[in-house]
């Protein structure tokens, strides 16, 4: 079967999923439960891995593994827009009955610029291929920036696609419920919720140029970046639902987020010298995600007003 033919089925099966969320499950707005958040991250991680077993079988093992590591790379990438989306609904005050359709069409047009940038990326790479040296550096910098960011900070005032739309359009006082435009005195008007979804889409489009040259160091084809890439969007809705319900249990995992982005980064760098089998980068993946996970579990945060939070001491 050519890739062709799979990318085609591939997008109607993805354009499926999408509409029967919209259209049927939530079809009455509504915050999902841990438990169906929990299953719906696992059910996209069980596709994945059912997609991955449909590519051993059709191109090999290797495209499997390759599938696979970016699949988890991107996942584990996308914690990272998680907390983000987070700052950026609390900033904005939405109401949970609406973020899921926020974070749909979030998805829907992170498909549309990921599949934008994964086919000039692999042009640029096939004809310049000292733009992989450039990505590794990037990554590596971007993990060390990750590893001493005390803090994650969304600005909104100085995001210049919000600017422009308070600029150019008049803004709602309140929510419209799930709305995105209305009518104000009689005018076309944008609601608060129309903000948030620029502030969503940006951000995707800032954390792709993350995720996307890491998944070019595991893998050059096209079609295993974009398969990869697309699947682990698809979960980052549940994911966001997950990780907001456990957000004070993951202090450490931006440690191994930076770990993963080095490790590629070096990748890439040492490529022309090095060979690292895709199995073990895969392995050196999951390591580094299970520990910094692990050390979040067994290490609590120190409670307010102890020395190491930084709250007033004895005898002071």
């Keep these: 079967m050519s890739e062709n033919l799979v990318l085609l089925f591939f997008n109607l099966f993805i354009l499926g999923m999408l509409f029967l969320d919209l259209g049927v499950i939530q079809r009455r707005a509504h915050f999902p439960a841990m438990k169906e958040a929990i299953l719906w991250t696992v059910t996209w991680c069980l596709i994945a891995l059912a997609f991955s077993g449909f590519i051993a079988q059709l191109y ?12 988890v790379v991107e996942e584990a990438l996308s914690v990272d827009n998680v907390f983000v989306f987070i700052i950026i609904f609390t900033y904005f005050v939405v109401p949970k009955n609406v973020q899921h359709r926020v974070l749909f069409w979030g998805v829907l047009s992170a498909i549309v610029f990921r599949a934008i940038f994964i086919v000039v990326g692999s042009a640029l790479v096939a004809q310049f291929h000292w733009i992989l040296y450039l990505l590794g550096a990037f990554l590596i910098f971007t993990a060390v920036k990750l590893a001493l960011q005390h803090e994650m900070e969304v600005r909104v005032d100085r ?3 919000i600017r422009f739309a308070r600029k150019y ?21 944008v609601t608060p919720l129309f903000l948030v979804l620029i502030m969503i889409e940006t951000t995707d489009i800032a954390f792709a ?9 595991i893998s050059r084809d096209p079609f295993i970046i974009y398969t990869s890439n697309i699947l682990a969007v698809m979960g980052l809705r549940s994911l966001y639902f997950v990780v907001a319900g456990f957000m004070q249990q993951f202090r450490f995992l931006k440690y191994g987020l930076s770990g993963v982005l080095g490790f590629i980064g070096l990748k890439m760098l040492a490529e022309s010298w090095v060979n690292v089998p895709i199995a073990t980068s895969l392995t050196v993946i999951f ?16 409670k307010p007003g102890h020395p190491a939070d930084g709250g007033p001491r004895s005898g002071a």
């Design 60 to 71: 090999g093992g290797e495209k499997a593994l390759q599938f696979l590591t970016g699949f």
């Design 169 to 189: 359009f008049p803004v709602t006082d309140d929510y419209e419920g799930g709305k995105f435009f209305s009518r104000k005195h009689g005018k076309f008007a």
């Design 287 to 302: 390591t580094m995600l299970a520990i910094s996970i692990g050390l979040s579990a067994v290490i609590k945060p120190p």
């Design 159 to 161: 995001n210049p696609a």
């Design 209 to 217: 140029t993350d995720s996307i040259p890491a998944i070019f160091a």
